[in-house]
């Protein structure tokens, strides 16, 4: 039995937030932004959106896309660091939704690498025989949650959902669908990124607003160089475990976290610029939701074609990462 990926979907807002309108407050050049990041122009939701909303877009593309009816998911996996509330979780809200009556759901929380994580999990109901098909969806307003006066986050940041459908197939010849996900965490590094208040350690208070600890911080430097090591060596091992090379990929498609990072790890692993799918010009980095929603582009594009070997791989928050290797 193996999983395979039989449909995909994305979405993004309307409002489409360009590097002027950010660069305004913040002083700087527009240019440099796209220099430094990759980033022309980002999407944001609209006052009246919430995560749900964006994921339950994606979410039905997605099963547009396999050819199903929404309720024949058996379980329903969602990656968001931004959810609609603290509880209950906004996989609910989409099971509730798509009408997935019965259906398994729960949110993952494993911040940019949270679309891997959850494609592993669904994996592994669908390997063990517990479920034959499964949703898994990234979605995230990280706009809600920004210090427009900081630029290390404010011109990286933004929103929107990508989703896969995943189910079980007998497969001969081949292989075929999910070969292999290696996921990681080091959460001595935890500091790199975050939000400091709003949880049961630093509950919301007078002093948290104030002190805005309810926006994003990042320390973007170690951050960058950590993330280019580890994903860099973690390709290596996938690889390797399989008995693959860079010259077997197909296409190679990263967290889309900023141009910078995609070239410096591209670079490092000696992988060919064509191979490297990215479309951070046009949605900026929306977290975890970021690799479904390229997936989707490179799939409706035409960039995947059945028997290529497509590589995934994803850093965020906790610190996580992890990387796939798919027969498409």
Request: overall charge positive; some cysteine.
């Amino acid at each position: 039995m193996r999983t395979r990926i039989i449909g995909t979907g994305s979405y993004v807002p309307e409002r489409v937030v360009d590097n002027a309108e950010i660069c305004r407050p913040l002083l700087i050049d527009t240019q440099a932004v796209l220099r430094l990041t990759g980033i022309r122009s980002r999407h944001w939701a609209g006052a009246k959106q919430a995560t749900s909303d964006l994921a339950e877009q994606a979410a039905r593309r997605a099963c547009e896309s396999a050819g199903i009816d929404p309720a024949s998911v058996e379980a329903v996996l969602l990656s968001t660091t931004s959810p609609d509330r603290t509880l209950p979780s906004t996989a609910c809200v989409l099971q509730s939704r798509l009408g997935l009556r019965g259906a398994a759901a729960f949110d993952l929380a494993a911040s940019c690498s949270g679309f891997l994580y959850g494609l592993s999990m669904a994996d592994r109901f669908i390997r063990s025989g517990q479920f034959r098909r499964c949703l898994v969806v990234a979605a995230e307003i990280k706009s809600r949650f920004l210090n427009l006066s900081d630029e290390a986050t404010a011109i990286l940041f933004s929103d929107g959902a990508g989703a896969a459908v995943v189910q079980g197939e007998e497969t001969s010849g081949v292989p075929s669908g999910v070969l292999g996900i290696h996921l990681y965490a080091d959460g001595a590094r935890h500091g790199l990124i975050g939000i400091p208040a709003g949880g049961s350690r630093r509950p919301t208070s007078p002093e948290t607003i104030e002190h805005q600890e309810h926006v994003l911080r990042m320390q973007g430097g170690p951050l960058f160089r950590t993330a280019v090591k580890q994903l860099a060596g973690a390709v290596s091992d996938l690889l390797k475990e399989f008995g693959y090379g860079l010259d077997d990929v197909g296409l190679a498609i990263f967290h889309q976290a900023n141009g910078r990072l995609l070239s410096a790890l591209g670079k490092r692993l000696g992988l060919a610029p064509e191979k490297l799918f990215s479309v951070i010009d046009r949605i900026g980095n929306p977290s975890s939701a970021s690799l479904p929603i390229a997936l989707d582009v490179a799939n409706r594009e035409g960039r995947l074609r059945s028997g290529d070997l497509l590589l995934l791989g994803t850093f965020g928050g906790g610190l996580t990462w992890g990387t796939g290797l798919v027969r498409w």
